[in-house]
């Protein structure tokens, strides 16, 4: 479950610190990728030169990295790098400033900026622990769905005895995995998702492309991979990065990706081509650079197969979803690819709609079903609405 994710732990200024270092151990052994933030606290009680050595990642610390070269520790970035956040362990003070949403350090910052799932792990004496304000602000949090693991009972610093020992590094990746297999509810199935546009070749320097930055497609196989599922990505020409726990295949052309589906397709339950194929390639793509000799050219150019219909056309037991990408009779549109290419349903979005389709970060979408269902959705980030699309392929699993 943790293999290739981008797990941050994040070490705030408790005695328990020294733990820290075992935790980044045990998720290292566990195959995940492993960056570590800090507090100032925390460095009197761990250095980060240990966190670096045993993370194989510089850590973080501060927001200026180099201030003479005006260089700066991003930390928009390194929250959208976690696939799992785990604060741990977090102190009374720090979990007080994440409820109340402070940003006067690096790692309280980075919290805000990041949109994975969050763990939080207590580690105070244990009247701290009892007292009524620590308890209100974690049940903030867990009103929040930030997961707590909870503190272990036993001797403490302070000599007296009772709960708020860190809970023991393997419990902490115990609980996080758990948190994992839980929210598998795509664990053995194999989905297929084609993403971002093809090029047509022209000649050695030139080719027919659209506007598609693979962006949608790389969000579903993002949240795919979360639920457990066994993700092939089949990818046009894109510059993004590949999602943990994804398999990746890149393509240039419509037949390089028409080739690729269907060498996977056989061993497939659910295909999902959110890729904007090109309809056509030129017929006969020249061998050297064209020179413009002529003030007008003209270009053959001869059909690409349709890689859904040829799927729709000899698909066993797969579900087919398709994309349908419109811009005037969207829903007449839509419902015409959805029967003429024998799909499952099909996701429909439209240029009229502002935000939507190519190359934002976000999109409207209406999923359209066989048995004539439509269900709209309001303008959101990719990440959510490719949510929306696997809430409907799990019911119609
Ligand atoms: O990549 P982004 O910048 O994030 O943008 C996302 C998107 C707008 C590309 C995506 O949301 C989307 O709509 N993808 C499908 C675009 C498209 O090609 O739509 P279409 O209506 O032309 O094709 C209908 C369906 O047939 C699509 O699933 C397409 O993948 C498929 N098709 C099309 C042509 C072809 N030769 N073979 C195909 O399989």
């Known amino acids: 479950m943790l293999n290739g994710k981008n797990v941050l732990l994040a070490v705030t200024g408790s005695i328990a610190a020294y733990k820290s270092a075992l935790i980044v151990r045990e998720f290292i052994k566990k195959g995940a990728n ?4 800090m507090t100032n ?7 980060p030169l240990t966190l ?14 180099d201030s003479e070269k005006g260089v700066w520790n991003n930390h928009v970035e390194l929250g959208l790098w976690a696939d799992l956040m785990i604060v741990a362990p977090a102190t009374a003070n720090s979990i007080a400033k ?3 949403g402070h940003a006067d350090s690096f790692l309280l910052a980075t919290y805000l900026s990041a949109r994975c799932p969050v763990f939080v792990a207590p580690a105070m004496d244990l009247d701290m622990f009892k007292h009524e304000s620590t308890q209100e602000n974690l049940s903030i949090l867990t009103e929040r769905k930030v997961s707590i693991i909870q503190p272990e009972y036993g001797e403490l610093a302070s000599g007296l005895e009772g709960e708020g020992r860190l809970a023991e590094p393997e ?14 509810t795509l664990k053995d199935k194999r989905i297929l998702i084609t993403a971002g546009p093809t090029h047509e070749s022209i000649d050695p320097v030139r080719f027919i492309g659209n506007h598609s930055s693979g962006k949608m497609g790389f969000a579903l196989a993002k949240v795919a991979a979360e639920r457990g599922a066994s993700v092939q990505l089949i990818a046009g020409p894109v510059v993004l990065d590949t999602p943990s726990g994804v398999d990746r295949i890149n393509v240039t052309s419509a037949k390089e990706m028409f080739e690729a589906v269907k060498e996977t397709f056989a061993n497939i339950d659910v295909v999902i081509m959110a890729a904007a194929v090109a309809d056509y390639r030129v017929k006969s793509p020249a061998l050297e650079k064209i020179k413009k000799n002529s003030s007008e050219m003209e270009l053959l150019l001869e059909k690409n197969e349709d890689i859904l219909l040829y799927l729709g056309n000899n698909k066993k037991h797969q579900l087919l979803i398709g994309f349908a990408l419109e811009t005037e009779n969207e829903i007449k549109n839509a419902e015409k690819k959805l029967i003429s290419k024998k799909l499952d349903a099909i996701v429909l979005n439209s240029l009229k709609n502002k935000g939507a389709g190519f190359a934002t970060d976000t999109n409207q979408i209406s999923i359209l079903q066989k048995d004539n269902k439509m269900i709209s959705f309001e303008l959101k980030h990719k990440n959510d609405v490719a949510t929306d699309v696997l809430d409907v392929i799990e019911k119609l699993l």
């Open 34 to 37: 492993v960056k570590v933030v």
């Open 52 to 65: 670096s050595t045993l993370s194989k990642n510089p850590v973080f610390k501060d927001f200026v990295k």
């Open 98 to 100: 994440l409820v109340s």
């Open 171 to 184: 419990q902490i990746v115990k609980a996080v995995r758990d948190y994992l297999l839980n929210i598998a």
């Open 41 to 47: 606290a925390a460095c009197d009680f761990i250095t």
